[in-house]
């Protein structure tokens, strides 16, 4: 298994709170990603990093933020949580974007937002 | 608008017999295509990738056939197994950098033995 570790698995928080979610890789790979999967969505890219301090915007950036200082952390931030961030976040990783690499999941944060 | 589709929510297929997932995807850009599975409560896992410069992948049991003109890909697997029973993803990716990928709803496929 990738050396990938999400943490908290399980938060409940309260709308307009911020929240921060961690990823922490021991494999040394360039590219981290946070994604959130939802019932008839499939996982959605929200974030990405392409190395230290590089990031940039997925495909659902709204309400979130991302920093990465080291290259073994990738962090998202929901700056003032909302009822419809409640789901289950997934960060990834990759070594590159070509052909014949691919990405490796955590295990997943399931997030409920009260 | 949903750029990768897999339209069958769920599959039931008796073990030993063979399972076929299907995909559809709109964007013509897309030049890679993978599968992923899920299981409850752990993280998708890689299985097959393919090319668009190929139209077929075989590993194991497992086999990923693409129709670039119909814009339509299918993972086989057989023989079936009780293991095998998850949710799989189909997923593509533009190749430039990052592997940005871009889902579909996820199929549930169950073994029935």
């Known amino acids: 298994d990738a050396g990938i570790t999400q943490s908290p698995r399980h938060k409940v928080t309260e709308t307009g709170t911020p929240v921060t979610l961690r990823c922490h890789q021991t494999?040394?790979?360039?590219?981290m990603y946070w994604y959130r999967q939802d019932p008839g969505h499939g996982l959605r890219l929200i974030h990405y990093s392409y190395g230290v301090k590089d990031t940039d915007k997925g495909e659902v950036s709204d309400g979130y933020s991302v920093s990465r200082s080291k290259t073994e952390d990738f962090l998202l931030t929901l700056e003032s949580a909302t009822s419809s961030q409640t789901s289950v976040y997934f960060c990834?990783?990759?070594?590159?974007?070509?052909?014949?690499?691919?990405?490796?999941f955590g295990q997943g944060t399931r997030l409920t937002v009260v | 608008d949903q750029q990768v589709k897999q339209n069958s929510p769920s599959l039931s297929v008796q073990e030993g017999r063979i399972s076929i997932l299907n995909c559809d995807y709109t964007?013509?850009?897309?030049?890679?295509f993978l599968w992923y599975k899920k299981y409850p409560a752990e993280g998708p896992t890689f299985l097959i990738s393919?090319?668009?410069?190929?139209d077929k992948n075989e590993d194991g049991r497992f086999t990923v056939f693409l129709n670039k003109s119909a814009k339509h890909l299918s993972l086989h697997i057989v023989p079936s197994q009780p293991g095998d029973s998850a949710v799989y993803f189909c997923?593509?990716?533009?190749?430039?950098?990052?592997?940005?990928?871009?889902f579909g709803q996820g199929t549930r496929l169950t073994i029935n033995p």
């Open positions: 964007n013509s850009m897309f030049d890679y």
């Open positions: 997923a593509a990716s533009e190749v430039q950098g990052a592997q940005k990928l871009v």
């Open positions: 990834a990783i990759s070594e590159s974007g070509g052909l014949g690499t691919e990405a490796f």
């Open positions: 393919i090319s668009s410069i190929k």
């Open positions: 494999e040394n790979h360039r590219y």
